[in-house]
């Protein structure tokens, strides 16, 4: 078993449509936690990160994560075009730097 | 933010030749980068992490004698892809990161550089 479980996708919606991005993990010991938006041939961006089990807002993005059932998500409200791209999960433990990454989701945004 | 930079974005080379691709933190003192590659449709994958003015210390089944590491100061970081194959073709990104940062050791990363060897 990987230490993050990722789909791949492709995730094709509408335009306005409600985006749910999900990884699960096998690692107990993380406690950070973040998505990266990634456009094609670029360096990913960060989108939001998250300490510990909780839910975090950001504009159009909310971030959940559920340590008891090692699962984070990635909301994404009023899709746009613009949103098109790959969005990955990546988490780490505490004190430490290296990130572990899921192998991103692709998604499609449709006008 | 902070601004992570590299050069070249884009490069093509020979089978049997080195290539160096750099990575610049623009606006930071960045105490430790990080190397990964990306194979497409695939996650970033860790090779190495280097921290200024020691030898970088890299993840299992990295050569650290194929991929050579500098980190010679604290906004500068080079990759050397030393007698690169065809297999070597692949997206190469660093990060960057600092104590000193207002966030939680957050990583900060370049654009990325497409080898392709041929």
């Known amino acids: 078993q990987k230490e993050v479980e990722q789909d791949p996708g492709p995730l094709s919606v509408p335009e306005g449509a409600i985006v749910s991005l999900n990884c699960t993990y096998s690692n107990s010991a993380f406690q950070y936690f973040m998505w990266y938006r990634q456009y094609s041939r670029k360096g990913p961006e960060l989108l939001m990160y998250t300490y510990s089990s909780g839910n975090k807002e950001d504009g159009r993005f909310t971030a959940q994560v559920d340590k008891s059932s090692k699962y984070i998500s990635l909301f994404i409200r009023d899709s746009q075009p613009s949103d098109s791209a790959t969005y990955l999960c990546?988490?780490?433990?505490?004190?430490?730097?290296?990130?572990?990454f899921g192998k991103g989701t692709m998604l499609l945004v449709s006008p | 933010g902070a601004v992570v930079s590299q050069h070249p974005s884009w490069v093509i080379c020979k089978s049997g030749t080195s290539v160096k691709i750099e990575c610049r933190s623009l606006?930071?003192?960045?105490?430790?980068m990080f190397w990964y590659r990306q194979f497409p449709k695939q996650s970033l994958m860790l090779m190495a992490t280097s921290n200024e003015g020691s030898k970088a210390t890299y993840e299992q089944g990295v050569e650290k004698d194929k991929f050579l590491i500098n980190h010679a100061s604290l906004t500068l970081s080079t990759l050397t892809v030393t007698s690169a194959h065809p297999e070597d073709s692949s997206f190469y990104i660093c990060?960057?990161?600092?104590?000193?940062?207002?966030?939680?050791?957050?990583?900060?990363f370049g654009p990325g550089t497409r080898l392709t060897v041929l």
């Open positions: 606006d930071f003192q960045a105490t430790t």
């Open positions: 990546a988490m780490r433990n505490s004190g430490y730097s290296t990130l572990t």
């Open positions: 990060s960057a990161t600092t104590p000193f940062s207002d966030s939680y050791n957050e990583q900060f």
